[in-house]
């Protein structure tokens, strides 16, 4: 089925060490995005692209980084930079309706957990 | 400003009774896109409705139905005949102009427990 697979689900890091966040998707999509959820908070976006090789800053990117060499792939690198990384992150793409307006479509999520 | 309001942190309904989750949003785009998502414990964000800002009708899936008041810039929804299923976090989301890349603006949601 098509999808996106967001890998790990659970991680776990200490401080000082960058972990990266994979997501994949098999919908042919071309834009894609990472969110970022805290306890009682809505989304917060990180980065997000619209085609291969190329992404753009969202709100909090600030200790992230993220590259997009393939249409399937956006990979989000937390690094040690990211003062509070512990949070529940949500990588999505966006999928047009009937209607032509775009609806994000969202992975499973990872949490990560800074030990 | 926030763009995206909840003001209902937590809710509950009876089973099978009507509830309503309020959202207001802020904007001067006069093309946007107003989402719902339902979120269960499990984490995942499911899609439920979409409402385009030049959409005359109020849009309906199934059992959700969102009160789209354009005056009041208020977008509400509504899920009838609760099922205990129905319990989850809901966000209101909000996306300006027609460009792919324009981000979604997310609420802080609300939380909804459907009671036996």
């Known amino acids: 089925d098509g999808g996106i697979t967001q890998s790990p689900k659970y991680l776990f890091r200490k401080e000082g060490q960058n972990v990266t966040l994979s997501c994949e998707q098999n919908?042919?999509?071309?834009?894609m995005y990472w969110y970022r959820q805290d306890p009682g908070q809505g989304l917060r976006l990180i980065y997000y692209?619209?085609?291969?090789?190329?992404?753009q800053k969202g709100d909090i990117a600030e200790g992230y980084s993220v590259s997009r060499e393939k249409k399937e792939s956006f990979p989000l690198t937390v690094t040690s930079a990211q003062k509070n990384p512990t949070a529940f992150y949500l990588c999505?793409?966006?999928?047009?309706?009937?209607?032509?307006?775009?609806?994000?479509?969202f992975g499973a999520g990872s949490r990560l957990t800074v030990l | 400003a926030q763009k995206i309001t909840q003001t209902q942190p937590g809710m509950f309904v009876q089973e099978k009774e009507a509830v309503t989750l309020d959202c207001t949003y802020d904007?001067?785009?006069?093309?946007?896109?107003l989402f719902w998502y339902k979120q269960p414990s499990s984490g995942e964000m499911i899609f439920l409705i979409y409402q385009g800002s030049y959409d005359q009708q109020n849009a309906t899936e199934g059992r959700y139905s969102l009160n789209f008041q354009k005056a009041r810039k208020s977008a509400n929804l509504v899920i009838s005949a609760s099922q205990l299923g129905d319990s989850a976090m809901y966000f209101c989301a909000m996306r300006e102009g027609r460009n792919t890349g324009n981000q979604f603006y997310f609420g802080t949601g609300t939380s909804l427990t459907v009671i036996p």
């Open positions: 919908l042919n999509h071309d834009a």
């Open positions: 904007t001067s785009d006069p093309s946007y896109g």
């Open positions: 999505a793409s966006s999928i047009p309706l009937s209607s032509g307006a775009n609806v994000l479509t």
């Open positions: 692209s619209q085609i291969v090789n190329d992404f």
